[in-house]
């Protein structure tokens, strides 16, 4: 089938005004007699003739021009009758939300698309040793041991102690397994163990060892030559925050006008919880402190390097209020070249791109498709994030046709910006989800090898289990190190250093190659080099496949592949198993 996807251009950063060559990989097997592409400069179809550029053996690359009129300029080809875009090849007339995508905002930067995150709650990770202080009145004091309640009583309230100069401490674990990002959830002062219902943006909690701490830990991790990522809540503050305080207290105060107050008296707030008091950025007051805040902490001596936003979803949108795109352009201006990956749960494709956020946790286009494909066969969870009924059971097609509807509607730019995950402290882990090592294994590797920045929960890489946000949140278990699933810890850090050493893996096209109940194949693939993998999840018949290169096996040891005298290669048919084969282009 004929393919094209962000690669396949001469810029991703393109400017107003550029023209932008694209090209079209048509294969041999089914050549074409012509092309176009499509754009839609001001709204208005102008269609331009492609010509061939070069030929090889498998492929005919067929070269346009398309000229970037607009911000976000949509484009598609027309190859004979069909229409190529964003979801493949169709044909029947199709709407322009799948057309592929040039953007001409700034671009997120340059360090995050060669990113794996490691993904930290800090009250779970680990202790420094330092004498805790008192425990606040909110805090329930726990054993590092001591299991974690998911009971309302106890859910936001059990403090482990966890702090910033512990995860310090812990470096050299992240360094084994091969991450170069620590992510870490909010480290605010709060009146619960999560954080997330801020008491103050100026400051860092002491129960995590005060500013001092995390300046040594953002040292500590810069000296490693990595990044580090805060979490910002933009949609609301706890309701001890100095700004609410003053504004309950005072209906004339300027900070009355950062929250939603109806005439009552009473106010907005994230899903009803009161704790929770929903920001209104109509407020130019607003704009600027939090503006501040991102600036303040980009900063010497703590350097953030960018920020995760809490439910960004959510953010700049109450009733006929929205102000989404805004804060998203307006916060990252004031960040600089710092890094906004925003926090969605369902269809984040309408908050990216359009001078939005530059990526997302990619929970509906990578997470949710893959959870459906690799669930265990005992999986027991009470929803599926949120959605009642529990994980649907599909299959690879299924779970393809996911990934490929969401990853359609965002740019290449957007989507490999985006951080792909198999959970987070927000959901069950993966291990409980999947049932077994065999199938994490498969997970991992997609993780690993899929477009996207990956992103790993801190204790996903030893097996750990949880059926849910709070029960995921069990603390390492550092001095119980016997009880590791060592094996997974391989194979993760196997993974991280193939996406290392793999250019293709982080830099390169995707192209769909095989799809069935059971196994997705795919090719990564740059002008020097392709990857090919097949992701298994049982045993089914070999898949026989044409039109791929063949090469060495660099993970999961099955034997080399060399296409027999058709050109065919044979993709081994056992599972749960994850393979990987490189093949270079240079002689």
């Known amino acids: 089938m004929p393919h094209h996807d962000g690669t396949m251009v001469s810029t991703l950063t393109p400017a107003l005004g550029e023209t932008v060559t694209v090209f079209v990989r048509v294969p041999a097997g089914a050549p074409a007699r012509r092309v176009h592409v499509r754009y839609t400069p001001d709204g208005e179809p102008h269609f331009a003739p492609a010509v061939v550029d070069r030929t090889t053996p498998d492929a005919t690359w067929w070269r346009a021009e398309v000229l970037v009129r607009n911000p976000v300029t949509n484009y598609r080809f027309l190859v004979d009758d069909r229409w190529l875009n964003g979801l493949g090849v169709t044909g029947h007339d199709v709407p322009d939300d799948l057309d592929f995508r040039l953007v001409a905002y700034d671009p997120p930067p340059a360090w995050s698309r060669d990113a794996v995150v490691y993904q930290i709650f800090p009250d779970r990770f680990a202790r420094s040793g330092r004498d805790l202080p008192p425990a606040p009145d909110w805090a329930v004091p726990c054993d590092w041991d001591t299991p974690v309640d998911t009971g309302q009583a106890l859910v936001q309230r059990q403090w482990y102690g966890g702090d910033l100069d512990g995860i310090a401490g812990r470096l050299d674990h992240l360094e084994r397994l091969g991450v170069n990002t620590v992510y870490l959830t909010p480290i605010f ?74 005439a009552s008296g009473d106010y907005e707030s994230w899903m009803g919880v009161k704790t929770l008091p929903k920001l209104n950025w109509a407020s130019p007051v607003l704009r600027e402190r939090l503006a501040e805040v991102v600036r303040a902490w980009r900063r010497p001596p703590y350097g953030l390097d960018g920020w995760r936003v809490d439910v960004a979803n959510m953010t700049g949108r109450c009733g006929a209020d929205a102000y989404t795109h805004k804060v998203a352009a307006f916060l990252r201006a004031a960040a600089g070249d710092g890094l906004f990956v925003a926090e969605h749960a369902h ?80 959901t069950a882990r993966i291990r409980t989800v999947v049932g077994d090592p065999y199938r994490q294994e498969v997970a991992a590797g997609l993780l690993m090898t899929m477009p996207g920045t990956p992103m790993v929960f801190a204790g996903d890489e030893i097996g750990l289990r949880g059926v849910d946000g709070e029960d995921s949140r069990t603390p390492m278990p550092w001095h119980r190190a016997d009880g590791w699933d060592h094996a997974t810890f391989a194979r993760y850090r196997a993974l991280v250093a193939l996406r290392r050493d793999t250019p293709a893996l982080r830099h390169g096209g995707l192209r769909w190659v ?62 749960p198993s994850f393979q990987v084969w490189h093949h270079s282009h240079e002689r």
């Open 347 to 426: 269809d984040h494709t309408g908050d990216l791109d359009r001078d939005g956020w530059q990526g997302t946790m990619n929970y509906a286009g990578f997470l949710r498709p893959l959870w459906t494909w690799l669930r265990g066969d005992d999986l027991d969870l009470p929803h599926f994030l949120g959605v009642p009924g529990g994980v649907p059971r599909r299959d690879g097609v299924a779970a393809l046709a996911t990934m490929r509807a969401f990853a359609a509607r965002v740019s290449w730019r957007a989507l490999t910006h985006s951080w792909t995950l198999l959970g987070s402290h927000d």
């Open 189 to 262: 002062p709060a009146r619960s163990n999560h954080r997330y219902d801020a008491a103050a943006f100026d400051r860092v909690d002491p129960l995590l060892g005060g500013d001092a701490a995390l300046a040594r830990l953002a040292g500590a991790v810069h000296t490693r030559g990595w990044r580090i990522v805060g979490d910002v809540t933009t949609n609301h503050t706890g309701d001890a925050h100095p700004w609410f305080t003053a504004a309950v207290s005072d209906v004339d105060a300027a900070e009355r006008a950062m929250y939603y107050f109806h």
């Open 514 to 575: 095989h799809a069935d109940a059971d196994a997705l194949a795919f090719v990564r693939e740059t002008e020097r080099e392709s990857v090919l993998v097949l992701a298994r999840r049982a045993t089914g018949t070999p898949v026989q496949l044409t039109g791929v290169p063949g090469g060495s096996n660099v993970y999961g040891g099955a034997a080399d592949l060399r296409p027999d005298t058709t050109g065919t290669v044979t993709l081994p048919a056992d599972g």
